[in-house]
């Protein structure tokens, strides 16, 4: 049987929040939220460029992460995993608060906070730790809690990436791109283009080619102590898209390296979570 983590917040009484960007009518429900924390005598840190998006005071991100026990997020899964991948250095898990749509790593509802916080002192929640990725190029290094794609530039034409294993050339992907996702990530852009679904709570690799000319590529599950190397082997580059959220360019025969992070992304989750049961709701299997 899988074991999940006995990981416990050391103390609950000073949380960090960060917003859904580019929303400042998230404003009325921040405050809501900003009560609920208050009255369980958890002490709120906003965030700079949140704070400055609903017209607040706010502190710089670095100074929340030496000061809080946890953090918030409020928006969506995108809101949640830019949340993860600028604090996980510091070790603080995150508390997913979901005003997306979908919420497949965002469980907890506003409505749902109050009764969370009540029970916190009876150890209501857990902490999973999930897996980081490490992509670094000659010039640039990022991180990705779901996913590093490395995508053609050009709509009209395809690209040709060569693929190394440990320094040792294993494939050579024409197509669209490829997706090195997480298995957190597994259920996001994996998903859609056919690759396997992965429990989160397991460290390994998961490259899937996008739109493959060749039908016999498939996708590969590799272990996480790997090291995987990509090499834009196309005249035109290429982008490499990290979480959806940045993008970077990369020119012909460079490389992208790939590893495991030393530090994992910690998610808080209500104890009765249970991963199968989010999987058969979101995808409606058996529908
Ligand atoms: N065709 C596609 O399916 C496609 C294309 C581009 C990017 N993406 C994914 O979007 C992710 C970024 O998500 P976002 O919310 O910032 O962008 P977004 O707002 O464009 O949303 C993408 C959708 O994916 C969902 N999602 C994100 N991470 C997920 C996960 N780990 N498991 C299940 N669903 C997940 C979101 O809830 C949302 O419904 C990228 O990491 C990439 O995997 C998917
Ligand atoms: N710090 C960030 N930097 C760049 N983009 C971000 C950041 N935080 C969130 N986003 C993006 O903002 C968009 C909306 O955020 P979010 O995903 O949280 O809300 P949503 O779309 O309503 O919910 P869901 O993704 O769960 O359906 C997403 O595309 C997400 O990637």
Same mark, same amino acid.
């Given at each position: 049987?899988?074991?999940?983590?006995?990981?416990?917040?050391?103390?609950?009484?000073?949380?960090?929040?960060?917003?859904?960007?580019?929303?400042?009518?998230?404003?009325?429900?921040?405050?809501?939220?900003?009560?609920?924390?208050?009255?369980?005598?958890?002490?709120?840190?906003?965030?700079?460029?949140?704070?400055?998006?609903?017209?607040?005071?706010?502190?710089?991100?670095?100074?929340?992460?030496?000061?809080?026990?946890? @953090?918030? *997020?409020?928006? +969506? %899964? $995108?809101?949640? #995993? !830019?949340?993860?991948?600028?604090?996980?250095?510091? &070790?603080?898990? =995150?508390?997913?608060?979901?005003?997306?749509?979908?919420?497949?790593?965002?469980?907890?509802?506003?409505?749902?906070?109050?009764?969370?916080?009540?029970?916190?002192?009876?150890?209501?929640?857990?902490?999973?730790?999930?897996?980081?990725?490490?992509?670094?190029?000659?010039?640039?290094?990022?991180?990705?809690?779901?996913?590093?794609?490395?995508?053609?530039?050009?709509?009209?034409?395809?690209?040709?990436?060569?693929?190394?294993?440990?320094?040792?050339? @294993?494939? *050579?992907?024409? +197509? %669209? $791109?490829?997706? #090195? !996702?997480?298995?957190?990530?597994?259920?996001?852009? &994996?998903?859609? =283009?056919?690759?396997?679904?992965?429990?989160?709570?397991?460290?390994?690799?998961?490259?899937?080619?996008?739109?493959?000319?060749?039908?016999?590529?498939?996708?590969?599950?590799?272990?996480?102590?790997?090291?995987?190397?990509?090499?834009?082997?196309?005249?035109?580059?290429?982008?490499?898209?990290?979480?959806?959220?940045?993008?970077?360019?990369?020119?012909?025969?460079?490389?992208?390296?790939?590893?495991?992070?030393?530090?994992?992304?910690?998610?808080?989750?209500?104890?009765?979570?249970?991963?199968?049961?989010?999987?058969?709701?979101?995808?409606?299997?058996?529908?």
């Amino acid at each position: 049987m899988h074991k999940i983590s006995k990981e416990k917040l050391q103390s609950k009484s000073k949380v960090g929040i960060i917003l859904r960007p580019s929303t400042p009518e998230i404003k009325e429900n921040y405050f809501i939220i900003k009560h609920c924390f208050e009255k369980h005598n958890i002490e709120v840190f906003l965030e700079r460029s949140s704070a400055s998006m609903i017209d607040e005071d706010g502190y710089d991100l670095d100074m929340i992460c030496d000061t809080v026990d946890f @953090f918030a *997020s409020i928006g +969506g %899964d $995108g809101t949640l #995993i !830019s949340v993860v991948r600028r604090t996980f250095k510091s &070790n603080k898990p =995150v508390l997913g608060i979901n005003l997306g749509n979908l919420g497949f790593l965002t469980d907890l509802k506003i409505a749902d906070l109050d009764n969370f916080l009540d029970n916190l002192e009876t150890d209501n929640y857990r902490i999973d730790s999930r897996m980081i990725i490490k992509g670094s190029t000659n010039i640039k290094k990022f991180f990705a809690f779901n996913d590093i794609v490395i995508s053609r530039k050009s709509l009209s034409s395809m690209i040709k990436i060569d693929a190394k294993i440990d320094g040792k050339p @294993f494939n *050579s992907y024409f +197509g %669209d $791109g490829v997706i #090195i !996702s997480t298995p957190n990530g597994s259920t996001a852009y &994996n998903l859609s =283009v056919g690759g396997p679904l992965v429990y989160p709570l397991t460290d390994v690799f998961i490259v899937t080619p996008v739109a493959p000319h060749s039908l016999t590529q498939r996708p590969l599950v590799l272990p996480a102590d790997f090291e995987i190397e990509f090499t834009v082997s196309d005249n035109q580059g290429a982008v490499v898209i990290v979480d959806g959220q940045d993008i970077y360019e990369v020119e012909h025969n460079q490389s992208v390296k790939i590893q495991i992070a030393s530090k994992k992304g910690k998610l808080i989750h209500r104890k009765t979570r249970n991963y199968f049961q989010v999987l058969n709701e979101k995808l409606q299997w058996g529908k």
